[in-house]
């Protein structure tokens, strides 16, 4: 069999188990972050983390899938694990980009949420309060 070959099932099978790995510990831990956002909501934080993952699956098995050519023949081992050092090192850089990039968002949205929290009131307004003396103050009921 060609070495070129053989580095071609190299490079994906270890791209794919790459990318399946990364993209499950963002799903494990990103429910922690969505069910905080999104003030308890179980069912709505499962389906974005859901959708999350299978964007990140798309871009990242869309990237190996584009990064697969080679241009040079492979024709001995040392030039096999040259090329596959050079691709998989590309594509966890990738995979870490995305990952940043995942957790960063995730982030941002969470503290939108805290900020949206620390807005509201923690009770409600239960009337005026005294005024000094000489200032405005609204008319009391009945007068």
Do not use: C
Request: charged share 15%.
């Amino acid at each position: 069999m060609d070495l070129t070959v053989i580095a071609y099932i190299v490079y994906l099978l270890i791209s794919v188990a790459l990318t399946i790995w990364v993209a499950r510990t963002l799903s494990r831990n990103g429910k922690v972050f969505l069910a905080d956002v999104l003030h308890g909501n179980e069912k709505l934080a499962d389906a974005v983390n859901h959708l999350l993952v299978v964007g990140f699956y798309l871009v990242n098995f869309g990237f190996v899938a584009l990064y697969l050519s080679q241009d040079e023949a492979v024709l001995d081992a040392r030039a096999l694990f040259e090329a596959l050092s050079v691709k998989l090192g590309v594509v966890l850089l990738v995979l870490g980009v995305m990952h940043l990039g995942n957790v960063y968002v995730l982030n941002k949205i969470r503290r939108r949420g805290v900020m949206e929290r620390e807005q509201v009131p923690p009770v409600p307004p239960q009337g005026w309060t005294g005024t000094a003396a000489g200032a405005w103050a609204p008319p009391a009921p009945g007068a």
